[in-house]
Antibody
Framework: EVQLLESGGGLVQPGGSLRLSCAAS????????MSWVRQAPGKGLEWVST????????YYADSVKGRFTISRDNSKNTLYLQMKSLRAEDTALYYC??????????WGQGTLVTVSS | QSVLTQPPSVSGAPGQRVTISCTGS?????????VHWYRQLPGTAPKLLIY???NRPSGVPDRFSGSKSGTSASLAITGLQAEDEADYYC????????????FGGGTKLTVL
């Protein structure tokens, strides 16, 4: 059974940093691209970033480019999202998702990031 | 403003058929990229409902079907049930300006 468990969310001040983690199990982690998708309170889904299975290719939404960095440790089956220069508009529930063929087969339960002073 | 446009809400009575539209453009759906659909029950993570325009993952009942034509796609739900009340999102890929995966704004389905 595929399991994706996000952690690392919390309350952070504007301009601050946070690192999210997603521990994966139940599938061949290195064989899949992984993504972060976020959902602001009461809003829809927004793609944030994607990383290829090998870790060699990264993609970012314009709204986070230059501020967020996606990475993975294939030895630990873990995906990360380093977030810097956080803004109020980054407040959201951040989901880790396993990608296949351009769609998201499996999702974690999310970790909440709140940017507020 | 989402790249893919969905109606904010749709409704139907139990047993009826409803459709949810997803309208894109020549840089996403119209460019030939597949459309995928997700269902999000209140307080839970999204779940894949339809992939590759009209394919159902294992476990998804055949009451759910997808279609795509031109720059639009649709999700149809037949035999509406109370537990179908949820938010539904379409998703595709957009090649304008930069690489990006895009979602519709979501549609709230209310079962009357």
């Amino acid at each position: 059974e595929v399991q994706l468990l996000e952690s690392g969310g919390g309350l952070v001040q504007p301009g601050g940093s946070l690192r999210l983690s997603c521990a994966a199990s139940g599938f061949a982690f290195t064989s899949y691209a992984m993504s972060w998708v976020r959902q602001a309170p009461g809003k829809g889904l927004e793609w944030v970033s994607t990383l290829s299975g090998s870790g060699g290719n990264t993609y970012y939404a314009d709204s986070v480019k230059g501020r967020f960095t996606i990475s993975r440790d294939n030895s630990k089956n873990t995906l990360y999202l380093q977030m810097k220069s956080l803004r109020a508009e980054d407040t959201a529930l951040y989901y880790c998702a396993k990608e296949f063929g351009g769609y998201y087969e499996d999702w974690g339960q999310g970790t909440l990031v709140t940017v507020s002073s | 403003q989402s790249v893919l446009t969905q109606p904010p809400s749709v409704s139907g009575a139990p047993g009826q058929r409803v459709t949810i539209s997803c309208t894109g453009s020549s840089s996403n759906i119209g460019a030939g990229y597949d459309v995928h659909w997700y269902r999000q029950l209140p307080g839970t993570a999204p779940k894949l409902l339809i992939y590759g325009n009209n394919n159902r993952p294992s476990g998804v009942p055949d009451r759910f079907s997808g279609s795509k034509s031109g720059t639009s796609a649709s999700l149809a739900i037949t035999g509406l049930q109370a537990e179908d009340e949820a938010d539904y999102y379409c998703q595709s890929y957009d090649s304008s300006l930069s690489v990006s995966w895009v979602f519709g704004g979501g549609t709230k389905l209310t079962v009357l």
